[in-house]
């Protein structure tokens, strides 16, 4: 079975700082790992994915994550927050052998002025 | 290019009715798979499509079923809707195993 853990139901940073969004996951094979974010009365959009290689995987309006297969870890991340970041984001995972994605239960971003 | 389209956008249905959910693919993208999301929760995922078969299917009962047509769109409906069947339905659509792209969503009130 996989699944995702988002261990912070709320993050709060300051506009400007850098902010973190933490994701842990468990699968049974190699990981593919995403992150989307969504937007009040709003679907889900993209923001990046890792499948292979660099463990920094750069995505979408200057968001980026870290796989560390160690600690099972993908980390979201981004150096200078904007308040029109705050939005809710989802992790998600699929391995190689499913083609459902199970997603973390969210973490709603709050970037203040 | 236009995205991932659902419709209708917002549905509202008594207990014991059926509904069908609607969703066009991303131009190039023969998979489609449908999530529910809950209010506060992450989706959860109910089925895919490809091929026109259905190709794996989450934890969820025979009231929930689904098609996709020659032209990759696809549907999903729910007989015998339950209040609990209200959320919102997210369709995906990627090429193959590709990364998946979400529509706007479904918002399903069940009365």
């Known amino acids: 079975a996989q699944s995702v853990a988002q261990p912070e139901d709320q993050v709060n940073v300051a506009e400007g700082n850098p902010l973190t969004v933490k994701c842990t996951y468990s699968?049974?094979?190699?990981?593919?790992l995403f992150w989307y974010v969504q937007y009040p009365n709003r679907g889900l959009q993209f923001l990046l994915k890792y499948i292979t290689g660099d463990n920094l995987v750069k995505g979408s309006y200057g968001f980026e994550a870290e796989f560390n297969k160690s600690q099972t870890s993908f980390h979201l991340k981004k150096p200078s927050a904007l308040v029109s970041d705050s939005a809710l984001y989802f992790c998600?995972?699929?391995?190689?052998?499913?083609?459902?994605?199970?997603f973390g239960s969210g973490t709603r971003l709050q970037v203040q002025p | 290019d236009a995205g991932v389209t659902q419709s209708p956008t917002h549905l509202i249905k008594t207990r014991g009715q059926q509904v069908t959910l609607r969703c066009s693919p991303k131009?190039?993208?023969?998979?489609v798979s449908w999530y529910q999301q809950a209010l506060g929760q992450g989706p959860q995922f109910i089925f895919q499509?490809?091929?026109?078969?259905?190709?794996q299917r989450g934890n969820f009962p025979d009231r929930f079923s689904g098609h996709q047509f020659p032209n990759y769109s696809s549907e999903l409906n729910v007989n015998a809707l339950l209040l609990g069947d209200s959320a919102l339905y997210l369709c995906?659509?990627?090429?193959?195993?590709?990364?998946?792209?979400f529509g706007p969503g479904t918002r399903l009130t069940v009365l």
């Open positions: 131009s190039g993208h023969d998979t």
């Open positions: 699968v049974s094979g190699n990981p593919y």
């Open positions: 499509y490809y091929e026109e078969e259905e190709r």
């Open positions: 995906a659509s990627s090429p193959s195993t590709d990364t998946q792209y």
């Open positions: 998600a995972v699929r391995d190689t052998g499913r083609r459902a994605l199970t």
